[in-house]
């Protein structure tokens, strides 16, 4: 396609779908703009990484466990290696994806990839949250069952405050709430 025929127009919305940017030109030049804006509003820089993070998830990103990666996504850069993150959504409506669920029972976690090779819906999901596994410590605070949790590499928290109050002790103090993790983006400027 002939990009100098096109007239692109990006828009960057928030989190309640008011749009907070749009940005016209070419195709290049309009994205690009569109990133920077969208940077500006979702994007925060961690200087010093925290050793637990809560992230919580809003309605709709809160309602299954499959967008609740979402959250743990945006959020593992400010984590601390060997620190915790933990996900904090109702999934009031479950796990989500039945598909999602079942292919990862069959998860071949060493590899990272599905015991039968063949990458399905719901792979990328699975193969990010199981390579954080090896760099942090995943959790989620929901009202599903713990097996659940567990099924899809999360360990289960059932006591928010017991989880925090265990963890936070004078050699790690730096716990971070990321409110609506679901739209906001820790960006890391620092080694850990």
Not at 76 to 95: F, K, L, T
Not at 126 to 142: D, G
Request: aromatic share 8%; charged share 20%.
């Amino acid at each position: 396609v002939n990009q100098d025929k096109l007239l692109s127009a990006q828009v960057v919305m928030d989190a309640h779908g008011h749009i907070i940017e749009m940005c016209c030109g070419a195709l290049d030049d309009a994205f690009a703009r569109a990133v920077a804006a969208a940077t500006t509003h979702y994007a925060h820089v961690v200087d010093q990484p925290y050793d637990v993070i809560l992230a919580e998830l809003r309605s709709p990103l809160d309602r299954n466990l499959y967008q609740a990666q979402k959250a743990l996504e945006n959020t593992q850069q400010g984590v601390a290696d060997g620190g915790s993150a933990v996900v904090v959504s109702a999934c009031e409506e479950g796990i989500g994806s039945q598909f999602f669920f079942d292919l990862a029972a069959g998860w071949d976690r060493e590899k990272n990839v599905p015991g039968d090779g063949i990458a399905r819906f719901g792979s990328h999901k699975l193969s990010r949250v199981n390579a954080l596994t090896r760099r942090i410590n995943v959790h989620l605070f929901s009202e599903l069952p713990g097996d659940f949790a567990r099924q899809v590499f999360y360990r289960p928290v059932d006591d928010l405050q017991a989880f925090v109050d265990a963890r936070l002790t004078p050699e790690t103090p730096r716990l971070a709430v990321v409110y609506d993790a679901g739209h906001t983006v820790l960006e890391s400027r620092c080694v850990s």
